[in-house]
Structure formats: structure tokens, C-alpha cells
């Protein structure tokens, strides 16, 4: 799961399971039946973790771009000068 | 988010919390719902009434109970608890509560009755004062919701006595 996936991923895990919790509660008040108020609930949870817990292909729609290896190569890292402080150990 | 684990994990948390705000919510949903209980209790009979060995007072008495306790339900309400309790002063103690009769009741169909019984209980003061004893008669009961606190509460009868003599 990519960076844009991963945000995806919580934010439609807070938003599902906000709606549930709502529509659970908003019918179950209006029925008068605190089962049909758990009922909802539980189905809105298992909806929710099959959509946002596994790793789905939509989830991975923004896969990060590195550079080619040859470009390190091209670009040789500075070197460090070594000071006469530094530990003989590390020569 | 980046592992199943760790979004299983963020996806329970968030369900449980949302879970108790919704009962907590339901819970206080209660206190919208319009009371009115009533309730009637007479004496039809008093069959025994003499001093135990021991020296203390035991009464038998019939009952007849009737209650509508069914605006006591609501849809969070799972049981009540009622109990009829005899209530009396003795000069040793302010309030003696003797426990004479109880039900539970399970649904709203329930909660409307009226029966006759005579007491379930032993009817017998700790002493020998209850000749032409002043007493109440109280119904009490228990609210116990779904989610949320159980709350108690009561309706007292008065002008209940008792004879003046053993039978």
C-alpha cells in the first residue's frame, strides 16, 4: 500500500464507520429495537475491514518513483574530510 | 496504515469507540421517555398473625397487587426488578423493610398485571410490636437498561394496619 493508499485507507475507515454508527443508531432509535441498532452496527464493521483492511489494487494506484541507480552513479557522494580528532579505528 | 495488522488494529479501536458513543447516546435517550407508573395494593385477607416461639410477630397476609409499570420500558430497557416491601416504624428502629413479594419482570407485554398472592416471603418483625401496627405498603423496583446505570425507584402506599389482637 502506497503513501496516498494508506491515507485513503484511514479516512475511509473513520468515514464508514462514523455512517454505521449514525444509521445504526438513527434506526434503531426510530424502531425501538436496540438488536436492530447492533445488528447494523456489526454489519457496518465487517463491510468496513473488508474494504479498508486488505491490501485492494486500488489502494496502490500512486506507486513511488525512484531513481535509477545509475543516476547515484553519476553523482558520486561528497567525501567526508576526515578530521585528526576522529577515532584511529574508523581508518 | 502500512501493514494489515496495523490497520486492523486502528479499524477495532475506532469501532469500539464508536460503539460505546452509540450507547452512551442510547443510554441517555432514556431520559426523554415520559414515566407515569401506577400501582395499587389492598390487603384481602389476613390469614395468620400470632408470636412465634421465639417471641417474635409473624404475619401471613393476601395480596392484591396491580401495577402498570410499562412506561417504565423503553427500547433500552432489558428487565425490571419489582418487589412489594412492608414498611414500618418500631421504637428501636426508625425504619424497619420487610420484603414481602417480588417479580421479574422480562417485557413490556408483563408489565401491566394485577395478581393475587399471599406473601412469598415470611412476613415476621424482630420483636413483638406489630399488633395494631401502622404500616406501609411500597412498591419498589429496579430498572435494569440494556446499556447504561440502573436506577431504582419507588411508590408508597399508606394506610395500612394490622389487628389489635393475635388470631
Not at chain 2, 29 to 48: C, G, M, T, V, W
Not at chain 2, 92 to 107: G, H, R, Y
Request: charge should be positive.
Amino acid at each position: 500500500m502506497d503513501w496516498q493508499g494508506q491515507k485513503l485507507a484511514e479516512q475511509l475507515m473513520q468515514i464508514l464507520l462514523l455512517i454505521a454508527a449514525v444509521v445504526a443508531f438513527v434506526v434503531g432509535y426510530t424502531t425501538a429495537s436496540f438488536r436492530t441498532m447492533m445488528l447494523i452496527y456489526a454489519g457496518g464493521v465487517v463491510l468496513t475491514s473488508l474494504i479498508t483492511v486488505p491490501n485492494w489494487p486500488f489502494f496502490n494506484r500512486h506507486p513511488l518513483k525512484w531513481l535509477d541507480p545509475s543516476e547515484a552513479e553519476k553523482h558520486p557522494k561528497p567525501q567526508v574530510v576526515v578530521s585528526s580528532k576522529k577515532k584511529p579505528s574508523k581508518k | 496504515m502500512h501493514s494489515f495488522g496495523y490497520r486492523a488494529n486502528a479499524l477495532l479501536t475506532f469501532a469500539v469507540t464508536a460503539l460505546a458513543f452509540i450507547c452512551a447516546i442510547a443510554s441517555f435517550s432514556d431520559k426523554f421517555s415520559n414515566q407515569n407508573p401506577s400501582a395499587e395494593i389492598q390487603i384481602l385477607n389476613i390469614n395468620r398473625f400470632k408470636k412465634q416461639s421465639r417471641g417474635n410477630d409473624e404475619v401471613s397476609l393476601t395480596l392484591d397487587i396491580a401495577a402498570d409499570l410499562q412506561s417504565l420500558f423503553t427500547w433500552n430497557t432489558k428487565q425490571i426488578f419489582a418487589f412489594v416491601a412492608a414498611e414500618y416504624e418500631t421504637p428501636k428502629n426508625s425504619l424497619n423493610q420487610v420484603s414481602l413479594w417480588d417479580a421479574i419482570i422480562p417485557a413490556k407485554e408483563n408489565a401491566k398485571f394485577r395478581i393475587q398472592v399471599s406473601n412469598k416471603y415470611r412476613f415476621i418483625d424482630q420483636g413483638h410490636n406489630l399488633r395494631g401496627k401502622e404500616f406501609n405498603l411500597t412498591l419498589h423496583w429496579h430498572v435494569m437498561p440494556k446499556t447504561g446505570k440502573m436506577f431504582a425507584d419507588k411508590i408508597v402506599m399508606s394506610g395500612y394496619s394490622l389487628p389489635d389482637a393475635y388470631r
